[in-house]
């Protein structure tokens, strides 16, 4: 089993920026896939970023050029900078951990509120 905890959520203004982190625990050795969903009232959960082990990238197309997803794996932890934020991307993010069986891992979630 793999923990994982996540922080970095907050009220922040559009055009502003938060940084996101997980750190998973536990049984890792095996994670291949890390990084975020978001689900935002009515709307379906969609994957907003992940990394493989090897730092291979994936982007939903509504966040490109915004967020940058990094791992430091020294300390099992990996960070989404999200920059010029949009009230569009307020949603509750969570953290997620798999392996290539997609063996998944979730994080409690953290509240993202993009707003004037």
């Known amino acids: 089993q793999a923990q994982l905890v996540e922080s970095g959520g907050g009220l922040v203004q559009p055009g502003g920026s938060l940084r996101l982190s997980c750190a998973a625990s536990?049984?890792?050795?095996?994670?291949?896939?890390m990084g975020w969903y978001r689900q935002a009232p009515g709307k379906q959960r969609e994957l907003v970023a992940r990394?493989?082990?090897?730092?291979?990238?994936t982007y939903t197309d509504s966040v490109k050029g915004r967020f940058t997803i990094s791992r430091d794996n020294t300390v099992n932890t990996v960070y989404l900078q999200m920059n010029s934020l949009k009230p569009e991307d307020t949603a509750v993010y969570y953290c997620?951990?798999?392996?290539?069986?997609?063996?998944?891992?979730w994080g409690q979630g953290t509240q993202v509120t993009v707003s004037s």
């Open positions: 536990g049984r890792t050795s095996n994670i291949y896939f």
């Open positions: 997620y951990a798999a392996n290539r069986d997609l063996l998944t891992y």
């Open positions: 990394i493989t082990s090897d730092s291979r990238t």
